[in-house]
C-alpha cells in the first residue's frame, strides 16, 4: 500500500520521460540517470511527452517490491509541472494531489 502523507519524500523529474518503459526502465532511470535509490521510500513522478500521463514509481518497503502508477487524462494537459536546472524537484503532498487530482488545461481540448 502507498501512503501518501505530508512527510512523504516526493521527488517530481522535471524532464519528460519515455513512457514506453516498464517498472525496471523507471528504476534504471532512477538509478543511472538521476543517480537516485529508487528503494529509499521516495516516490518518483514523471510526466510524458504529450503532458497527458503521469507515472510514479515507489517501493513498497512493506511488501517488498516497486509499483508503477499510471493516471492518463482523458482530455486536456497537465500544467504547472516544475521545471529549472535540476533534472529533480521536490514537491509537497498536497501539491502532487492537486496536480493528480485534474489540474489541466482545458483550452488544450
Request: glycine residues 10%; contains cysteine.
Amino acid at each position: 500500500m502507498i501512503h501518501l502523507t505530508a512527510s512523504t519524500p516526493i521527488r517530481v523529474a522535471t524532464d519528460r520521460a519515455d513512457f514506453r518503459k516498464g517498472i525496471d526502465g523507471f528504476v534504471a532511470l532512477c538509478q543511472h540517470d538521476l543517480q537516485q535509490n529508487p528503494r529509499s521510500g521516495t516516490l518518483y513522478v514523471f510526466l510524458n511527452r504529450n503532458a497527458t500521463m503521469v507515472r510514479i514509481l515507489a517501493y513498497d518497503q512493506h511488501g517488498p517490491g516497486y509499483w508503477l502508477m499510471t493516471k492518463r487524462l482523458s482530455k486536456g494537459h497537465y500544467r504547472g509541472w516544475p521545471g529549472g536546472s535540476s533534472p529533480l524537484s521536490p514537491m509537497q503532498a498536497h501539491r502532487l494531489r492537486q496536480l493528480l487530482s485534474g489540474a489541466v488545461d482545458s483550452r488544450d481540448d
